[in-house]
């Protein structure tokens, strides 16, 4: 076992150098970014002076690597930096609104893997029934609607014409308040202090989001698993299964299923890291205080210390993803040891 | 105890149906083996998978009956089959590494069968398993049993498939090519297992398999099929001894044996005098002390240790040992797909050890040293057509310009016996003998004067084996090429080549002229590979 914790070590160890790469490329193409702070800040009516002036106090008068040095010393003490933006600090900014693009990553996350896995697990075992027809609909249906789309349609239905969902206008409807932050996911939060009205309202926010990004994220899954499930079920270890007679239940879960697991949550992976890239159309449709927006806004005025602490955080976020990934593959997968050289 | 009556099974395809299995009818005593034999899509796997309901996805048994003890196999009812599946009736495979589930722990695959025929409870599941495993000759057991199919030999993961086959007392063990992919010792280790497993237990048993030698060497009685139907049934002594059917006749004169002649594998009717050869050369290669060391997590193999071998030119030399003796290693670096670690190559007087492999492509002797690969359908890229593969040296390595080439491809198709219209094809439409022709075509297409031959009829048809070897030894007489025949069957390895060099565990054991070391081999490692080979079917009567 300690074996194992010295390999778990050294794969975190290695992922040391991709976060000093991340913080490289983060800082240099943000500076190769068109568009100059300096004057966007100073407003229409400045002149040389006075954008001069906020130059420097930007800092961005000086060469690149200085900058880059007072980027990392102020790094390491923990700071960010400020967003010009929101005037407030990129940390405190990030610590709010991550969480929200999380929960709601994690939720719809969630939410397609109990539709999506089930669905092609069915459709393997049945090629060629309705169930495997209605999979492959989902599944078309799923990857060529736009989420944007997917989300307006959602709210015309459930909101304006049915009533049954809240308005779309982020995370909690105004007559509740946040619960007190633990963990920032309303969910958990609310439910550490048992406030189970406020739960219920973060869930009805949830719900039209989460199904928008999860019908499409959906797609990917269905269609892994159901390969993935084809090709283990056709495995000769099943056939010797069926042989010793072992009953269809045990052949399909312990035999079949978790081996086809290890490209499923290979997709997994995958399908998590672009969306939480890719969930900033959801979050603008719902007015989602996420940090997709927020970096999306960030970008188009140029506010390096946002975008920076933005990819920094995702990069983070991606090499914990990546490992806890590997980790999953270990305990499903005895053939895949820690090559601990 | 088991009786086929007419027993057809018919596949949907997406070209229409296809009859695998047509009125087959068989009959098996209590006690008593049967062989199932037959060349590649004869429908003996089918017929076991369809008595044992387990057919793939569109196989249904259309007609005829099939009856285990009184137990209606084809219309029991899918709950009793799961019942009988393992309990009465038990299956073993072919290829016993992926027959096992990779990510679960052998004992618990045991478990799993026994707990399903309640033959044990979740208390004494472990202990029965390792019983088990005893039984099936496995040594330290409970060690064994926490381990994974990767971690074990492919002897002993088809030691495990059989444990698994036996754990719940079947009086009717099917064991479907079950030493396909092992090496010859291992075999005879496996199959004296299950004839003595057999014995003991006092079961019926069927063995399905393309080995006439193994048949004949295990079964009591012998079925031989052909296109899915039975041709000749009969006592293993008298199919083999006086065969009646012409198909059994083919066969059993198309299997490599002592005192077979190349020619002697053909149909009468399709032997040629054999072609003269020309006088050997002197020596084409010398191969001197290579050794190739593979860095390991557990310390450096010694793959190969210091080998030194020669060929002549015009003389063909076969490389003979089992799985792991460094054979391909050995093959790969003679042909500059690997560079050795030490050592000499020495090719008509240059030394190719000091070309690196990577940049010999493009070496001008690139074109004198080809291979033949083993697996003729892997070796082929499957969106190639037989003329692109054959054109693909001529087009990198031959000053010819198109025409030239286009009229070289017909002239190589008619040389190894490729009709025209088959160049076209791609590989999935092509049958294994015709694919073995495509690479060997691919192969001669430069002129090379040296030919490393991997094993080429390994996964091919005994017929069609015997067409391939004479085709090479045609090839070699009028081309005048040298081989270097890789093979781990000793009887194929003598009817083609003029020496022999037998490794094991990266060293050469013994090297000599075929027919000394067959007769009187000097090393016991050869001895022993002779007598694990199993004793084909004595010679026809007619010959």
């Given at each position: 076992m300690s074996g194992r914790l010295r390999a778990i070590s050294l794969r975190i160890l290695q992922a040391v150098p991709v976060v000093i790469g991340v913080v490289v490329i983060s800082f240099v193409l943000t500076r190769a970014l068109p568009g100059d702070p300096a004057v966007y800040f100073a407003g229409?009516?400045?002149?040389e002076a006075s954008i001069a002036q906020i130059r420097k106090e930007l800092g961005l008068d000086r060469s690149w690597p200085e900058q880059f040095a007072i980027y990392v010393g102020a790094l390491l003490s923990g700071d960010l930096g400020k967003s010009?933006?929101?005037?407030?600090?990129v940390l405190s900014d990030l610590a709010t609104r991550l969480p929200a693009s999380l929960e709601l990553t994690l939720v719809s996350l969630l939410l397609a893997c109990a539709i999506a896995i089930p669905l092609g697990v069915l459709a393997a075992t049945r090629p060629g029934s309705w169930i495997d027809h209605l999979c492959r609909i989902l599944v078309t249906a799923g990857v060529s609607l736009p989420t944007f789309f997917t989300g307006v349609v959602l709210i015309y239905v459930f909101?304006?014409?049915?009533?049954?969902?809240?308005?779309?206008?982020?995370?909690?409807?105004?007559i509740y308040i946040a619960p007190p932050?633990?963990?920032?996911f309303y969910l958990i939060d609310a439910a550490i202090v048992g406030d189970w009205s406020t739960w219920a309202a973060a869930l009805r926010q949830l719900v039209l989001p989460a199904t928008t990004l999860a019908l499409f994220t959906l797609a990917p899954i269905a269609r892994m698993t159901r390969a993935a499930m084809l090709s283990a079920l056709s495995a000769d270890f099943i056939r010797t299964a069926r042989a010793a007679g072992l009953r269809g239940r045990t052949v399909l879960f312990a035999y079949a299923f978790r081996n086809a697991l290890l490209p499923v949550v290979t997709t997994l992976g995958m399908v998590f890291s672009f969306m939480l890239g890719a969930n900033v159309l959801v979050e603008k449709v719902f007015a989602w205080p996420g940090v997709g927006s927020y970096a999306v806004e960030a970008l188009v005025v140029s506010d390096y210390a946002a975008v920076q602490g933005f990819v920094l955080a995702m990069a983070l976020l991606f090499v914990a993803l990546n490992l806890l990934i590997d980790l999953i593959y270990s305990l499903i997968d005895p053939r895949i040891g820690f090559s601990a050289q | 105890m088991l009786k086929l009556t007419d027993l057809s099974v018919r596949f949907r395809t997406r070209r229409g149906p296809v009859d695998?299995?047509?009125?087959v009818s068989l009959e098996l005593g209590r006690g008593e083996t049967l062989g199932v034999v037959g060349e590649s899509g004869s429908g003996k796997s089918v017929t076991s998978y369809a008595l044992m309901r387990i057919?793939?996805?569109?196989?249904?048994?259309?007609?005829g009956d099939a009856v285990y003890g009184g137990v209606d196999l084809r219309r029991a009812s899918e709950r009793a089959m799961a019942d009988i599946r393992g309990r009465e009736i038990s299956m073993i495979f072919q290829n016993p590494r992926a027959a096992l589930?990779?990510?679960?722990t052998v004992g618990r695959q045991i478990e799993d069968v026994l707990r399903r025929h309640s033959r044990a409870t979740a208390q004494t599941a472990r202990r029965k398993a390792i019983k088990a495993m005893e039984a099936v000759r496995i040594q330290d057991a409970a060690a064994r049993?926490?381990?994974?199919?990767?971690?074990?030999?492919g002897g002993m993961c088809q030691r495990i498939v059989i444990a698994i086959a036996l754990a719940c007392d079947p009086k009717l063990l099917i064991a479907d090519e079950?030493?396909?992919?092992?090496?010859i010792t291992t075999q005879k280790a496996v199959m004296d297992l299950i004839a003595e497993l057999i014995r003991e237990r006092d079961m019926s048993a069927i063995l399905i398999t393309h080995d006439l030698g193994l048949a004949a060497q295990y079964c009591d009685r012998i079925a031989v099929m052909k296109d899915g139907e039975v041709v000749e049934t009969g006592a293993s002594a008298d199919v083999f001894?006086?065969?009646?059917?012409a198909y059994t006749r083919k066969l059993v004169s198309a299997t490599p044996r002592d005192g077979a002649q190349l020619r002697g594998l053909l149909p009468a009717e399709a032997r040629k005098p054999p072609p003269a050869r020309a006088a050997l050369g002197a020596p084409i290669l010398e191969v001197q002390e290579l050794t190739k060391t593979f860095p390991g997590k557990?310390?450096?193999?010694?793959?190969?240790k210091g080998v030194s071998f020669d060929v002549r030119d015009g003389e063909t030399v076969g490389l003979v040992g089992e799985s792991g003796c460094g054979k391909s290693t050995t093959s790969a670096m003679i042909v500059r797909l690997l560079d050795p670690t030490s050592g000499r190559i020495v090719f008509k007087g240059e030394?190719?050890?000091?070309?690196p492999a990577a940049r010999?492509?493009?070496?001008?002797?690139r074109a004198q040293i080809q291979m033949v690969f083993q697996d003729a359908t892997d070796s082929?890229?499957?969106?190639?057509?037989s003329r692109q593969s054959i054109e693909e040296p001529l087009r990198r390595?031959?000053?010819?310009g198109a025409r030239a080439r286009s009229a070289r491809i017909e002239e190589l198709a008619d040389l190894v016996g490729?009709?025209?219209?088959?160049?076209?094809?791609f590989p999935h439409q092509l049958s294994g003998g015709q694919k073995a022709r495509v690479g060997i075509a691919r192969a001669i297409a430069l002129e090379p004067r040296f030919l490393i031959l991997?094993?080429?009829?390994?996964?091919?048809?005994v017929s069609i084996q015997a067409i391939v070897l004479n085709l090479l030894a045609d090839l070699r007489a009028k081309l005048g090429m040298s081989y270097l025949f890789v093979s781990h069957d000793l009887h194929v390895v003598r009817l083609l080549c003029d020496r022999v060099v037998v490794m094991r565990a990266g060293e050469i054991v013994e090297q000599g002229a075929v027919e000394e070391v067959m007769r009187a081999p000097s090393d016991p490692y050869t001895q022993s590979l002779l007598d694990a080979a199993p004793r084909p079917p004595v010679a026809l009567a007619a010959e």
């Open positions: 229409p009516a400045a002149d010009l933006s929101t005037g407030q600090p909101y304006y014409l049915l009533g049954f969902a809240p308005s779309p206008l982020g995370r909690l409807d105004f932050a633990t963990t920032g | 695998a299995v047509r009125s057919l793939d996805r569109g196989g249904e048994i259309v007609a589930n990779p990510i679960r049993y926490h381990a994974y199919p990767f971690e074990l030999s079950p030493t396909t992919g092992l090496d001894g006086a065969p009646a059917h557990a310390g450096p193999v010694h793959a190969v030394d190719l050890a000091r070309r010999f492509a493009r070496d001008p002797l082929l890229n499957p969106r190639h057509t390595l031959s000053p010819l490729l009709p025209q219209p088959l160049l076209d094809r991997d094993e080429p009829t390994a996964a091919l048809d």
